[in-house]
């Protein structure tokens, strides 16, 4: 008899769109590839490639403010409830969940993002096993915006970091288990089994382009840690970049391209595409992908992407956080300009990095590889 697993999630795992939605559907993809009966349960609704899901779920949120008053009005609120942000957004529905889950009954459920954790107690009454998959620790993420902002904003992004850390001390040890990227989340996990499960991405064979001179960073634009990244890079680091090299050019691969062009506007070198058919063949085409951020958590997709194109990385530290080390590192803006420009320079320093990177990708961060962990632990 088949296994029945329900998938909950707080975004549109299809299309895959973004490092969550890579993550989520290689799960939902390894319980189908084991005969599994998925359903899955988001709050966007989504269409699923057929054969892929046996329900697609939902329990739509109700729209919300765009404009910064109302963003800013809404989190002074949760500030004085003490809440987290998304865990205030996707909290209060227990009763629509209810009815669209009537009396089923599931072998596993697995709640995607820390986000939706607080649903913990009632999926038990809907599955034998819960687990929750933990794309970044939470707290951590608030910790390193904190750190990285002014000190109002500051103030209230640590706020949000105890928060998180609180909720995570209460909420984590009332499920079976959680999956997490790296040995370093594993390590910030406790009172409950941890699996290590790596993010990844599907397999491609390596693509055998002319690498053009170019630059290319990759990514949901509107995500906080990457729209500050770019303004870091644009900022502190490109303008030697770009008098150094003349024809070099720096290409942004994402979607929201609206949040990034209010910085790069006016500089006719640096390229935004917006979202883009095939991502990787854009990364294939740039001589290095470069990863600048300075907050965040959990393991990045966009060095993934860069190793399996066969692209060289330059990245800070926190941006390569959990991922073996085939690939430049460099903090603060001095020693990332630095490293950018030798590997510019270098093609055989620059061939050997792509290679390494490359290598990784073929043995740990595509689906399968990933696959073998749950297997070898007995997931299912």
């Not at 008899?1 to 290689?26: D, H, T």
């Not at 995500?223 to 303004?231: C, D, E, G, I, S």
Request: aromatic share 8%; net charge neutral; charged share 25%.
């Amino acid at each position: 008899m088949k296994k029945q697993v329900l998938v909950v999630c707080p975004e549109a795992p299809y299309p895959v769109l973004g490092g969550g939605a890579q993550r989520i559907a290689s799960l939902i993809e390894y319980f189908v590839e084991r005969d599994c009966a998925v359903d899955v349960l988001t709050f966007v609704p989504f269409e699923a490639p057929p054969g892929f899901v046996r329900e697609a779920l939902c329990v739509p949120l109700p729209a919300n403010g765009r404009s910064r008053a109302a963003r800013v009005l809404r989190n002074a609120g949760r500030l004085l409830r003490g809440v987290p942000p998304l865990i205030d957004r996707l909290a209060g529905f227990d009763t629509a969940v209810r009815a669209v889950l009537g009396g089923r009954h599931y072998d596993l459920a697995i709640l995607e993002h820390f986000w939706v954790a607080p649903y913990v107690g009632l999926m038990r009454q809907y599955a034998s096993r819960v687990w929750c998959d933990l794309h970044n620790i939470e707290s951590r993420f608030f910790d390193t915006l904190a750190q990285t902002s002014g000190p109002l904003t500051g103030w209230a992004l640590g706020r949000f970091g105890r928060l998180s850390r609180k909720l995570e001390t209460e909420l984590l040890p009332k499920f079976d288990g959680c999956l997490v990227c790296s040995e370093g989340d594993a390590a910030l996990v406790s009172g409950v089994p941890v699996v290590v499960y790596p993010n990844t991405i599907e397999w491609i064979d390596r693509p055998e382009v002319e690498k053009g001179e170019a630059l290319v960073f990759s990514g949901n634009m509107e995500y906080h840690p990457n729209l500050q990244a770019v303004r870091w890079f644009h900022e502190s680091i490109w303008p030697k970049l770009r008098e150094r090299f003349p024809a070099l050019r720096w290409r942004l691969v994402g979607m929201n391209p609206d949040a990034v062009l209010r910085v790069v506007c006016g500089d006719s070198r640096v390229e935004v595409t917006g979202a883009v058919p095939d991502a990787l063949a854009e990364i294939a085409q740039a001589k290095l992908a470069v990863v600048p951020l300075l907050s965040g958590s959990g393991t990045r997709i966009k060095i993934l992407e860069a190793w399996a194109a066969g692209t060289a990385v330059v990245s800070t530290s926190l941006g390569a956080e959990g991922l073996p080390v085939c690939l430049r590192l460099a903090d603060g803006a001095p020693a990332f300009e630095r490293a950018v420009a030798e590997l510019l320079s270098d093609p055989a320093k620059r061939r050997c990095l792509e290679d390494a990177g490359r290598k990784a990708y073929e043995q740990r961060f595509h689906r399968r590889a990933g696959w073998e962990i749950l297997d070898k632990v007995q997931f299912l």
